[in-house]
């Protein structure tokens, strides 16, 4: 007869565990929110402190050369290069998902000339949709945005695609996309690829130069603990760099920036994409996070997650079915994001419900409830321990107190 290990066994065992010590984490809360705000890890707080006291405060302007604040942008993006699969010299750290997403949507139509159509998927991250809807008014609205359902999605590309633009995990059910597949099906036809990394990058392992990708971009303050707020990257396949344009031709951006010269000139590279001043607060935050992340095996990181996924998953539907609660996205086994996501009608109310146990999780319209599992600093026993805490609510019908029920601002 063999026995099954206890979660706590598989932690005594986990090859990640000592990266736990290496975050803040609040005695009591379970926190399963990771991909929407990564934890503090420890060495920000004096990371940002030295920053700000020394290098500004001592060291004041010069600390642009000094402390190499004006490289920082390539130098943090050279690093998560090493993370998605892509070359020093292919991504920069600049901006919002958001901005990254306009820049490089218009990027590449004005580099598709007479092809009409972005392709993207309905229920999409809202702001990716949004930002096509802005391009497509920038460029005089001679484009269109096709949403097709991911089943048809790779038959829809045809000669009149420009780009597809895609979230490799998607940010509700956690489902993948084959990003080889798609790539090749796409360039075969013409079009051009924009793959959002906002739940992968630090999540799943990526290979966008093995996969050949165009352009991607992602979010510094999800699984890379940047920071709230934290500035994005985005990634140029070098072969595309010369013959893109940014339509945002800030002076960061410019070949010469210090020549402070009246026209714009695109600098060689992926500097091109930068516009403005980098954001030095947050972005030495975001370094530390990258940092953190390089140090971790990242094999161990994928095999992690998939673990704490299966278990989740088990534990979950096992005490949770009889309530209603329904998974959503990829069955246990199959590809997937480090997030788990349920449907139930009270979603809103048992996520309060659990957040008010220590639980912590998100819930997004109108009716999933989200669950990140970050294997830096996640036990196996605190995943157990959620999906225990969930059958304790629902079974004592705890959310449905009034409280529980109040929409805040952000859910
Ligand atoms: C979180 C997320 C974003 C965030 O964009 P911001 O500009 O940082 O607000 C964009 N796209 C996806 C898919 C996301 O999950």
New binding site residues.
Partial sequence: MTTHPTPADRDATDALRTFRDRFVLPEGVIYLDGNSLGALPVATAGRVADLVNAEWGLSLIRSWNAHDWIGAPQRVGSKIARLIGAQSGEVVVAD????NLYKLIMSALQAQPGRRTVLSEPGN?P??LYMVESAIASSGGQHRLSLVPRDQLLSAIDDDTALVLL?HVH?KTADVWDMGAVTAAAQERGAMVLW?L??SAGAIPVDLNGCHADLAVG?GY?FLNGGPGAP?FLYVASRHQSRLQTPLGGWMGHKRPFDFVDGYEAAPGIARFLCGTPPMLSLIGLEVGVDLMLEADREAVATKSRALAALFMAEVSARCTRFGVELVGPPPGAPRGSHVSFRHPEGYAIMQALIARGVIGDFRAPDIMRFGLTPLYLRYADVYEAARVMEDVLAAGAYQAEEFRVRKAVT
């Fill in positions: 919002s998902t958001s901005v991250f702001t990716d979230t940010y959002d906002s739940h979010c999800k994005a």
